[in-house]
């Protein structure tokens, strides 16, 4: 039988805070659990430093910044404006996702149609 390197309470605390799962904070997970927060967070220390790969934890909107970044190439200002937040926001997020070594894709410009392509166009389909 392999030896578990997490306890099932540090495991808990992971699965309760982390994006991939639940992503609830640190007060609901602490509800859940029956504990205090500063236990919550305790545990989800001593799980990182046993298992640093499990980094990094982000918060809901955090990884909502990043999906809309990664997945939907949206710019700062439509995040702001889909939000309801402002761009100061916005980059201050962006920021923190980078200090935690989030890769955020660069922004590809967008390809749109021009008239003088017409007659560019050597087969129609």
């Given at each position: 039988?392999?030896?578990?390197?997490?306890?099932?309470?540090?495991?808990?605390?992971?699965?309760?805070?982390?994006?991939?799962?639940?992503?609830?904070?640190?007060?609901?997970?602490?509800?859940?659990?029956?504990?205090?927060?500063?236990?919550?967070?305790?545990?989800?220390?001593?799980?990182v430093?046993?298992?640093?790969?499990?980094?990094?934890i982000?918060?809901?909107?955090?990884?909502?910044?990043?999906?809309?970044?990664?997945?939907?190439?949206?710019?700062s200002?439509?995040?702001?404006?889909?939000?309801?937040?402002?761009?100061?926001?916005?980059?201050?997020?962006?920021?923190?996702?980078?200090?935690?070594?989030?890769?955020?894709?660069?922004?590809?410009?967008?390809?749109?149609?021009?008239?003088?392509m017409?007659?560019?166009?050597?087969?129609?389909?």
């Amino acid at each position: 039988m392999e030896e578990r390197i997490l306890t099932n309470h540090e495991e808990l605390a992971y699965r309760y805070c982390h994006q991939d799962f639940k992503g609830l904070t640190t007060a609901k997970a602490a509800e859940k659990m029956g504990v205090t927060q500063r236990r919550v967070q305790q545990l989800l220390r001593s799980a990182v430093q046993k298992c640093p790969q499990l980094l990094p934890i982000l918060t809901k909107r955090q990884t909502e910044i990043r999906l809309l970044i990664n997945d939907d190439g949206f710019t700062s200002e439509q995040i702001a404006q889909l939000l309801n937040i402002s761009i100061h926001t916005v980059g201050s997020t962006v920021s923190v996702l980078k200090t935690k070594g989030i890769y955020l894709e660069k922004r590809k410009p967008t390809l749109s149609y021009q008239k003088w392509m017409d007659n560019q166009i050597t087969e129609k389909f």
